[in-house]
């Protein structure tokens, strides 16, 4: 089976790199190219496992990368070579205008994340009178803000896709079983009211198989975009934790 989905969950190629930029903690003055090509590159292959159809832009920043990786290659001349002869200039940094561009989105992206809290402020004012909300308190206090983006995600299946090359079972025959996601959240919400607890990530890959990974991680995605389950991650990098949320049911709804 072949799966082509759209995504609209990374809002362009400069979110990637700002998001590679932060996680990694690098200087965005001085970004070395080699090791933020290699990040990007690999969340790229692992849109492409998933066989998303990645917009152009996104590739025409990977070329982008690639060629300033290049530039950054080439024999820097010494300051006296060029000292006698003033007519030479020298080349500016290639990533100078990669940098001005960064700078620019992380601006926008700031006073749009400012716009955003002032509009979930205003969001909390409210004109009628106070009423007990005493009943309500137990439910609140179970709601936490997740800190588990697509990118987490996709992290832990690219570390999910390198554990089953290393653990893949040999078969003597293996046959093909088609599965809708529609049917795996299903199965997915069933597991986890089983489980009565919050699980690994890596336990709802029980099947080796790319379809059966890419629906599995698909329908995980529609989940949490239905807020049925609940992710967490306590630090950067450490292993990813799903559960079913409180008061829904093993069919989610």
Do not use: W
Request: proline share 4%; no cysteine.
């Amino acid at each position: 089976m072949i799966y082509n989905v759209k995504t609209e969950a990374f809002e362009g190629p400069l979110d990637l790199l700002l998001h590679l930029i932060n996680r990694l903690e690098i200087d965005i003055y001085d970004i070395p190219v080699a090791d933020i090509t290699d990040q990007y590159l690999n969340y790229i292959h692992a849109m492409k496992e998933l066989e998303l159809d990645v917009a152009s832009e996104y590739l025409v920043m990977a070329a982008t990368l690639l060629a300033i990786k290049s530039k950054m290659l080439l024999p820097k001349y010494e300051e006296h070579h060029f000292e006698e002869d003033a007519s030479f200039e020298m080349e500016s940094d290639p990533r100078d205008e990669l940098v001005e561009k960064l700078l620019e989105y992380r601006a926008f992206k700031d006073a749009a994340d400012q716009f955003k809290q002032m509009e979930q402020d205003r969001g909390l004012v409210f004109t009628k009178p106070p009423s007990d909300l005493s009943e309500f308190a137990a439910s609140a206090e179970m709601e936490r803000e997740l800190d588990v983006s697509l990118y987490d995600m996709l992290g832990a299946l690219q570390k999910l896709l390198r554990r089953k090359k290393l653990q893949k079972p040999v078969y003597a025959k293996i046959e093909k079983q088609e599965i809708s996601i529609e049917t795996r959240m299903k199965d997915i919400m069933v597991f986890l009211h089983n489980k009565k607890g919050r699980i690994s990530f890596f336990e709802l890959f029980p099947v080796p198989e790319k379809p059966h990974i890419v629906v599995t991680f698909l329908s995980l995605l529609e989940l949490m975009k239905q807020k049925d389950i609940q992710v967490e991650q306590e630090d950067n990098f450490s292993e990813i934790f799903v559960a079913a949320k409180v008061g829904v049911d093993s069919l989610g709804s």
